[in-house]
């Protein structure tokens, strides 16, 4: 007779579970919780401590742990040294182990666990016991993962449970430890910059392509990914996400997240293309889509404020992929979800202002982490250097364009009014040409007189000075810091334009 180890700290299905092992003439040896589970359900059971000869001990600390269980697991059925070892020891193999772990992650998850109750959830001899399985896979089944136990089962009904089969158990179990300890080492590491960075993902969802069609993709989320996240997103209706659909609803939560008044962002290709704030949604709809009345068709929405029906029946008229907001009215739902494929998503929108966690971004044979750019910009700490005085509507003007401009990718200008993006130039080589871009968009909207220039850096040279005042720019903003700071500014006392130095860069690579 074969002997199966059975123990969980999840019990589901481990009743049929250890059924099916006895119906395939598995003696079943257990532990505590696992052995009460299975008696309960009138299964006779082998316990752990027949088999060790030793108490379990230390409030459960140590059951496992003892030659007479790993000796079981690790012998090498094919050498005769180990065959004869343990019949010198009268050990019996063990040919299955099934154990899922301590569950940590969720125990953590709470967020009134203290210390010492989460360390309690660090699992010794779990880990222990599927390691050894999986290194001896050979002559060992291992089962770390309920969602295995009818797969396994049917192997053992159809004797598939051959060496591709085990092997692939033995690898699941490998990632199944490394996440649990990554998941560990990342709770109890107080430093913010660890020497070894130990990251662990779970796949959310297999994408139809990445970036392009000839690429494959997967989305992997954060093991407790943050409820103000695409990972922890309610999708309502629609088509499942695309790769792209993910980054730019990600960098539109990012954005959304800088205000605090009613408030639609249309995103498209990572950048923003309209930016509208008002007393009402609907107002700032309107707002948003003026904005670039073009550039919006095909675009990514994001409401800070639970979707009416005013609103939904105008963005009802667009072509749209994606529309992200607390929540949407049951009329207003009604309305959008006419369209099959437009995905209408609900984050909690509750937790948008709490602490981000660092920007991790791939490269070539590594890793950069960085700081998410999360300084908000005071016009306390604005600093005017041209004989042009700014008014305080221009400085909130400013503040405003600021939020935007931390989320357009460099190098990166936008004109705007105090509550409304006119134009925004992104992702050009060179400033003038993003400047170009910026005013020429916004030059023709009925309150291009109220606007102001906003730039993620300094000015290399008064060319970009020169041309904004030469289009009717009277209100310009930038970092500062240029080796050649004195040409911008007596350039701008030259066509009396107000010349602010904001001392934050907003490079967006």
């Known amino acids: 007779m074969r002997r199966a180890l059975l123990s969980v700290s999840d019990k589901t299905g481990i009743?049929?579970?250890?059924?099916?092992?006895?119906?395939?003439?598995?003696?079943?040896?257990s532990t505590g919780g696992t052995q009460a589970a299975l008696n309960a359900a009138g299964i006779a059971v082998t316990p752990i401590e027949d088999v060790t000869h030793f108490p379990e001990m230390l409030d459960g600390r140590v059951k496992t742990l003892n030659p007479r269980v790993f000796g079981g697991i690790l012998a090498r059925r094919e050498d005769p040294q180990h065959v004869q070892t343990l019949a010198d020891h009268a050990i019996a193999p063990i040919d299955l182990v099934c154990v899922n772990l301590y569950p940590f992650a969720q125990t953590i998850s709470d967020p009134g666990v203290t210390l010492a109750e989460a360390v309690e959830q660090i699992d010794i001899g779990g880990p222990s016991l599927i390691r050894a399985a999986a290194k001896n896979y050979r002559d060992v089944l291992v089962v770390c993962d309920a969602a295995d136990y009818d797969q396994v089962s049917l192997a053992l009904e159809t004797h598939a449970d051959d060496l591709r089969f085990r092997k692939h158990l033995a690898a699941k179990v490998f990632h199944h430890t490394a996440h649990y300890d990554a998941v560990i080492a990342d709770y109890l590491t107080d430093e913010a910059k660890?020497?070894?960075?130990?990251?662990?993902?779970?796949?959310?969802?297999?994408?139809?392509?990445?970036?392009?069609?000839?690429?494959?993709?997967?989305?992997?989320?954060?093991?407790?990914?943050?409820?103000?996240?695409?990972?922890?997103?309610?999708?309502?209706?629609?088509?499942?996400?695309?790769?792209n659909n993910i980054k730019d609803a990600d960098a539109a939560l990012g954005l959304i997240r800088e205000f605090a008044d009613p408030t639609v962002v249309a995103l498209k290709h990572m950048n923003p293309c309209g930016i509208g704030s008002a007393t009402t949604l609907e107002a700032a709809w309107d707002k948003c889509y003026a904005a670039d009345t073009m550039s919006i068709f095909g675009g990514i929405i994001v409401l800070n404020r639970t979707v009416d029906l005013a609103t939904a029946l105008k963005m009802h008229k667009l072509f749209l992929e994606i529309i992200i907001a607390p929540a949407f009215a049951d009329d207003a739902y009604d309305v959008l979800a006419k369209k099959k494929n437009l995905r209408l998503m609900t984050v909690d929108f509750t937790t948008a202002q709490a602490p981000e966690a660092d920007e991790l971004i791939s490269v070539r044979g590594g890793l950069l982490r960085q700081e998410r750019d999360n300084v908000r910009d005071d016009p306390a700490n604005f600093q005017t250097v041209s004989t042009v005085q700014p008014t305080s509507e221009q400085l909130d003007a400013i503040a405003f364009g600021l939020k935007a401009i931390k989320f357009v990718k460099s190098n990166a200008i936008v004109v705007n009014t105090p509550d409304q993006t006119l134009g925004i130039g992104p992702g050009q080589m060179n400033r003038i040409d993003a400047l170009k871009i910026a005013v020429n968009k916004a030059h023709d909207k009925p309150n291009f007189e109220q606007a102001v220039l906003v730039s993620d850096a300094f000015f290399p040279m008064d060319d970009c000075v020169a041309y904004a005042a030469e289009h009717g720019i009277r209100v310009i903003a930038e970092p500062g810091g240029s080796i050649r700071d004195k040409d911008s500014i007596a350039m701008a006392d030259k066509l009396g334009v107000a010349l602010i130095f904001t001392g934050n860069r907003h490079f967006r690579h």
């Open 15 to 29: 009743v049929e579970f250890a059924q099916t092992l006895i119906a395939h003439d598995f003696e079943v040896v």
């Open 194 to 243: 660890p020497e070894t960075l130990t990251l662990t993902y779970q796949r959310q969802q297999a994408l139809r392509y990445g970036e392009n069609p000839q690429q494959t993709a997967t989305f992997y989320a954060d093991c407790q990914p943050v409820p103000f996240s695409i990972a922890a997103a309610k999708q309502l209706h629609g088509k499942p996400l695309s790769f």
